[in-house]
């Protein structure tokens, strides 16, 4: 058995227990194995391209100025996995587990949508969602489908050496609103502040949860990185999924360290096995 019988124990204790919330916190390594990139690991999009340029809408703006394949390029390939990519067994094995035990919240840093289409309910999306765009000022928003998020990319790659091709194909998906605001994509570049609300709406999960699952985060993301250190000054007990050690690592109070797939298969079946 790859997972201590003790940590099962836990893990059953809380999600069969109605009295006893519990919280998943999941990061780019849940969706891994959908083969989706990390940003940070050996493969993953930091590698190729340089973070101070283009995980910053400033350092991209200038970067298009320069050199508009470049940025072209990098859209593509941030957005192609994730637009290829179904829910993988972790991504199910949540939405099991809020639909037939005690899961009662999922908080994301991703932005794939994963967790939606593998019909997780209790979201809360910290760093937006690639299939949304959001008006600037009044913030209403709308969504984007997968073929047309496809198309758009396809369409940037036909024109990427013409900026003004390429501003007018962004100004089509991202149009104007009727506020007089301009639409931009609903994701969190560093250096800009997450929506308050969803902050907000985690600090209150958390600080009810008495268990958190933090599953494929290298938790060096903040403020994503500070939710499991307030749940654990909350009294929650943590429990981190990880291929190796993290940032959160030693907080924790039990470490799986495992594919994020291995280890909901058999967290799903010592459960399933308790009910039998
Ligand atoms: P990260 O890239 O910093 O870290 C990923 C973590 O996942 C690492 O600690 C790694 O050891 C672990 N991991 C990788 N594969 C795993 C597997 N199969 N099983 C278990 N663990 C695995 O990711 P992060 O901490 O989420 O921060 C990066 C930021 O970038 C996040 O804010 C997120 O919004 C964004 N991001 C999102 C996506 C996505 O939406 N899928 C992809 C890349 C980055």
């Not at 059953?12 to 690991?41: H, V, W």
């Not at 600080?207 to 993301?221: A, P």
């Not at 403020?223 to 749940?231: D, G, H, I, M, T």
């Not at 190796?244 to 470490?255: A, G, H, T």
Request: hydrophobic share 40%.
């Amino acid at each position: 058995m790859m997972i201590p019988l003790e940590v099962l124990e836990v893990i059953k204790k809380y999600l069969t227990n109605r009295a006893l919330k519990t919280t998943a916190l999941t990061g780019a390594g849940i969706s891994k194995e959908s083969g989706i990139p990390t940003f940070r690991e050996d493969d993953g999009l930091w590698q190729k391209y340089n973070p101070s340029i283009y995980a910053n809408l400033a350092g991209l703006m200038l970067r298009f100025l320069h050199g508009p394949q470049d940025v072209v390029n990098f859209a593509t390939d941030f957005t192609e996995p994730i637009l290829n990519a179904r829910p993988n067994s972790a991504h199910m094995a949540l939405a099991t587990l809020e639909k037939d035990y005690n899961l009662s919240a999922l908080i994301t840093q991703n932005i794939d949508n994963l967790h939606q289409e593998a019909k997780s309910e209790q979201i809360i999306e910290l760093h937006g969602n690639i299939y949304r765009a959001i008006c600037q000022r009044c913030q209403s928003s709308f969504m984007i489908s997968r073929k047309d998020l496809m198309n758009f990319i396809e369409s940037l790659q036909k024109h990427s050496r013409s900026r003004i091709k390429l501003f007018r194909i962004y100004r089509e998906l991202y149009p104007k609103c009727n506020c007089g605001g301009r639409f931009r994509p609903d994701i969190v570049f560093f250096g800009e502040s997450l929506n308050q609300e969803n902050i907000d709406r985690a600090y209150q999960v958390l600080s009810k949860s008495s268990l958190v699952f933090l599953v494929g985060t290298s938790s060096v993301v903040y403020p994503a990185a500070s939710l499991p250190v307030y749940a654990k000054e909350n009294g929650a007990r943590i429990i981190e999924i990880n291929l190796e050690r993290s940032q959160l690592s030693d907080i924790s109070d039990y470490n799986i360290f495992a594919k994020v797939t291995d280890a909901f298969t058999e967290i799903l079946n010592y459960l399933k096995k308790g009910s039998a």
